[in-house]
């Protein structure tokens, strides 16, 4: 499912497009949004993933996949930073964060054997290892959260780069959005970030934020060292930075 190698930007940003993808259905798999014919299987180790394809009998579905397609034009520009909002009337339920910084280098570590330069970059084992702690916690949290709402809407926002996004673009499937910026979450809102992927290329950040109410069977590994970051305030800022 993943690339075993990542040594070009190419590759890297094939790594993240899956990682993305992968997310995202795991979401909408495990929360019960859509039928099991909207998903293809696939696995990764001895864990069982449930792809969404495009399933013309679910239109909800084909629109998460369209979304997910206009993600990777956003993408593959460097251009985003995306959400997404599980909806219950007019506020946030359930909040899906997926952050992409870009780096114009690689970096790379030098090394001299038998006189000659060898460079090489972000090893490879270290990405992969990565990338599959990342979906084993999601997945692993996505089994234990409490149920949704009964009425939801999945909705997807992305959040660009200013400086390094042209104003009038627009990826494939998106329109521009007039609403401000700020989310209002319903409930206890406990925000857990469940880890990051560093290929020297991209680094790609996952945070999620549920209502607190949904974590009584979470297992305290899950939770970052300091607990649960708490948002005390109703306004959720998307763009908010994260630590390093």
């Known amino acids: 499912v993943l690339p075993c190698r990542v040594s070009t930007e190419q590759q890297s ?5 899956q990682l993305l993808a992968i997310s995202v259905s ?3 798999y495990m929360r019960g949004l859509f039928p099991e014919s909207s998903y293809g299987t696939r696995y990764l180790d001895d864990l069982c993933l449930k792809i969404l394809r495009e399933d013309k009998s679910c239109l909800g579905s084909l629109q998460i996949v369209k ?3 206009g993600c990777f034009d956003a993408l593959e520009r460097q251009y985003r930073l995306s959400s997404c909002p599980l909806s219950h009337l007019q506020t946030v339920t359930e909040l899906y964060q ?3 910084k ?5 970096p790379q570590m030098d090394i001299i054997s038998n006189q000659e330069k ?3 970059g972000v090893c490879s084992q270290d990405v992969s290892q990565a990338s599959r702690l990342l979906l084993r916690k999601l997945y692993l949290l996505m089994q234990n959260l409490g149920p949704l709402p009964n009425d939801i809407t999945l909705t997807m926002k992305l959040l660009y780069y200013s400086d390094v996004t042209p104003e009038d673009y627009q990826p494939p499937g998106f329109k521009e959005d007039g609403s401000p910026g700020d989310l209002l979450f319903d409930g206890d809102p406990v925000s857990l970030r469940m880890g990051s992927v560093s290929t020297g290329f991209h680094l790609m950040k996952v945070r999620v934020t549920t209502e607190k109410k949904r ?4 297992e305290s590994s899950l939770i970052q060292k300091k607990g649960p970051t708490e948002i005390s305030h109703q306004g959720l800022d998307c763009d908010e930075e994260e630590e390093e």
Request: with cysteine; proline share 0%; charged share 20%.
């Open 13 to 17: 940003v094939a790594l993240v497009k």
């Open 102 to 106: 870009y780096k114009k280098q690689m």
């Open 98 to 100: 997926f952050k992409f």
């Open 26 to 28: 795991c979401v909408t």
């Open 118 to 120: 060898l460079v090489k």
């Open 215 to 218: 974590m009584t069977a979470v």
């Open 67 to 69: 979304w997910i397609q």
